[in-house]
């Protein structure tokens, strides 16, 4: 097993609440992560057609058969179980006795808000990072961590066949998922959407003239758009709005929470093929955010990120706001270093005091004397490959 960074985290809030609950997209390790830190808890499966029958037809038989300590995987399945676990929690007042697992983000947090308000610890976790596959992969090289993503079943079995996991992952689970979700009616015009989604990673949001392009609404397509970011399809990343002076651009961008299914979306078959793809700069891009929201969050703290934009379109790549400071970073796919890279950095940190100097990502050998004293430089070893 490929030991996770969220778990301190994990444990904290285990010896604190008692109930934790572990959210984020599927096959991010969720059950593996809980299964490995309480390996002496019950453990039961809503998924299970029969089991999720007798929890929904009685929440206290089922409980009482699966007395805490237990892992309950996807509670999303059956709601009303949160409202009896509330009550038995209140009673016992036991830390981490409930260790709950789910992956349809609106459904669990209304639940959790209405039942468990106070009484859970909440973990979002992602697929495995860079820094989490660096001790188990040695080298890792930006076009295969973009080719094959960072499933963790995907590194488990390094002769898996990606496209074929990726295949199955969306029929599997994203396809599924908005089902349970909404009455999907176009289903065809989804995948289309999904997949004009995965050509405008790192673009400017624009539901109108994707409604054009598919032929559905943008009162859909928005809805479609809500579904995929609560089962952690997608991600937003939404503009700055700090008045510094100028009009701002107020649309978010759009990344995938998994940079390989991105790929398999695009028909990217092969590390190759990524390389070679016009795109390569958007994904790149893609994973280096999605690698800083997962840092953010397996250290326990709030994602705060955001990008900069100007009516002009003057732009920032990535803006981590924190301890009222702006720490801006650019995102360049490109191998070689160029001077040309920090350009923006140097004028924007220009505008404000809380800027502080900033930092240039990309994909090269960052151990030669190239940046410029302006542009901190951190190992990218630690966010992203060379």
């Not at 808000?113 to 976790?125: E, F, M, P, V, Y």
């Not at 890792?140 to 002769?159: N, Q, S, T, Y």
Request: charged letters at 25%; aromatic letters at 10%; a positive charge.
């Amino acid at each position: 097993m490929i030991r996770r960074l969220i778990e301190p985290q994990l444990r904290r809030l285990a010896a604190q609440f008692p109930v934790v609950t572990i959210t984020g997209p599927r096959q991010s390790g969720k059950t593996t992560l809980a299964q490995h830190c309480f390996s002496t808890y019950d453990y039961v499966n809503l998924e299970d057609p029969e089991v999720r029958t007798y929890a929904a037809g009685d929440p206290k038989g089922f409980l009482a058969d699966h007395p805490a300590p237990v892992i309950i995987d996807e509670v999303q399945r059956v709601p009303p179980l949160l409202s009896y676990i509330q009550v038995i929690s209140d009673r016992d007042r036991k830390p981490g006795h409930y260790i709950l697992t789910g992956s349809h983000q609106p459904r669990l947090n209304a639940e959790i808000s209405q039942s468990l308000a106070g009484r859970t610890g909440i973990l979002r976790l992602l697929p495995l990072s860079i820094a989490e596959l660096g001790g188990k992969t040695g080298q890792l090289e930006r076009d295969v961590l973009i080719h094959r993503g960072f499933l963790p079943k995907l590194h488990a079995m390094p002769k898996a066949d990606a496209e074929l996991e990726y295949a199955n992952y969306f029929a599997t689970y994203v396809e599924r998922d908005v089902r349970l979700l909404v009455n999907l009616q176009h289903q065809h015009e989804f995948e289309v959407f999904v997949r004009l989604l995965a050509g405008r990673v790192g673009q400017l949001l624009n539901l109108n003239a994707l409604a054009d392009d598919i032929g559905v609404s943008a009162k859909t397509l928005k809805e479609w758009l809500n579904i995929l970011e609560a089962s952690f399809v997608i991600f937003r990343l939404q503009p700055y709005f700090e008045n510094f002076g100028k009009r701002l651009v107020k649309t978010p961008k759009i990344y995938f929470t998994e940079v390989g299914l991105a790929a398999w979306l695009l028909g990217i078959k092969s590390a190759d093929m990524a390389k070679r793809d016009p795109l390569i700069g958007n994904l790149f891009e893609n994973m280096v955010i999605a690698e800083a929201l997962k840092a953010r969050l397996n250290s326990g703290n709030t994602p705060d990120l955001y990008f900069f934009r100007d009516q002009r379109g003057f732009e920032i790549d990535m803006l981590l706001a924190a301890d009222r400071k702006l720490y801006p970073y650019e995102i360049k796919s490109a191998r070689t270093w160029s001077p040309e890279f920090a350009r923006n950095l140097k004028i924007f940190a220009e505008r404000d005091k809380k800027i502080q100097g900033g930092t240039v990502i990309y994909a090269g050998d960052l151990k030669r004397s190239g940046p410029p004293a302006a542009v901190n430089f951190t190992h990218t070893a630690e966010v992203v490959p060379h």
